[in-house]
């Protein structure tokens, strides 16, 4: 299904280069559970609604709202979606027939259509979409939707939407905070050991790896990194992170949403930036994240229906949000 999603989604973009890492996810193939679906409404679930049970606005839209306390009352033209979409739990089923696109009302963006109505976010606005090519994609991701229900773990691309449109403008300022408040510790920055024979083999892959990220960051904001060993981490210089946090200030909602999922799942904003600056590409990014437990299973072994999900996991995050990265960007495919 993700092959055929990724295939119509971008079929009008002419860069190969991009188009083969896309062909190559699979957004399908895993799903991470945040909860137990039957434990009820919570403050992490939306609904979205075809607006018919709404006699106030008769404008035959779909929205995103959050539950109530009395959702055992909801009708059933409503559909439960938590709002993570990221759970293995299929919600409600396909309502909608044909999934289309099309230029919003005030010519400055794109939006989705299902049927004859209008997705919307959850504070009851369109999905203005920055680019017509994020607009099929996401769009694509509601095609590929099967008649039984609606899966959310197969549709990030509309997760880091909402998040970018809803989320960001709202936290922006928190968000930069706490992106910042990590980098001390960030992955790239912490060294193995060099002189102790257990992990002499991980030191040298850093060096190997890590390195050349480490000089690329020192050319990019032009303050050299520190690296060290301790449990406790260390403090990189003021000038770096000051030159980081302008960095992030100047980014539009779309970019800081992508780039705080990538720091959240790589457990670094180097990476992140790595990534966001055309540095790092899906396959480089993700290597660098498992290097050290790549090194385990080499020596060790690997768990099936452990390492094996992991790493699907991975691959599914980074992947889908350098795609949205990369797709928001109007002047990405000129």
């Not at 099967?146 to 998040?163: E, N, S, V, W």
């Amino acid at each position: 299904m993700a092959a055929s999603l990724l295939n119509k989604a971008l079929k009008p973009i002419k860069h190969p280069n991009f188009l083969s890492a896309l062909r190559s996810l699979n957004f399908s193939s895993i799903a991470t559970a945040h909860g137990n679906p039957s434990d009820g409404p919570s403050s992490s679930s939306f609904t979205f609604d075809n607006a018919n049970n709404n006699k106030e606005k008769d404008d035959n839209s779909i929205y995103i709202k959050p539950p109530t306390s009395n959702a055992s009352t909801e009708k059933t033209t409503s559909v439960t979606m938590p709002m993570s979409f990221m759970t293995g739990s299929i919600v409600g089923k396909r309502f909608y027939e044909k999934v289309t696109t099309r230029e919003s009302d005030d010519g400055v963006g794109w939006t989705v259509m299902l049927d004859y109505r209008t997705l919307k976010t959850p504070s009851k606005r369109p999905l203005k979409l920055p680019t017509l090519a994020l607009a099929k994609a996401i769009a694509a991701e509601w095609e590929y939707q099967q008649t039984d229900g609606i899966r959310p773990f197969t549709m990030p691309l509309m997760k880091l939407a909402c998040t970018a449109l809803e989320r960001v403008p709202l936290t922006r300022t928190k968000i930069i905070e706490h992106l910042m408040k990590k980098f001390d510790q960030d992955l790239v920055f912490c060294r193995a050991p060099e002189d102790n024979t257990l992990t002499a083999g991980v030191h040298a892959r850093q060096v190997e790896k890590v390195d050349p990220l480490l000089s690329w960051l020192n050319s990019e904001f032009g303050f050299q990194p520190i690296v060290y060993s301790s449990f406790f981490g260390g403090k990189q210089g003021e000038g770096l992170s000051k030159a980081v946090e302008n960095l992030l200030k100047k980014t539009d909602d779309c970019e800081l949403a992508a780039i705080d999922a990538l720091a959240a799942v790589a457990h670094s904003l180097v990476i992140s930036l790595g990534i966001f600056r055309g540095k790092l590409q899906i396959e480089e990014a993700i290597e660098l994240i498992r290097l050290e437990e790549d090194l385990q299973v080499d020596k060790w072994g690997l768990v099936e229906g452990g390492h094996d999900v992991d790493i699907a996991d991975l691959k599914v995050q980074i992947s889908s949000a350098t795609v949205f990265l990369g797709l928001s960007r109007k002047n990405f495919f000129h």
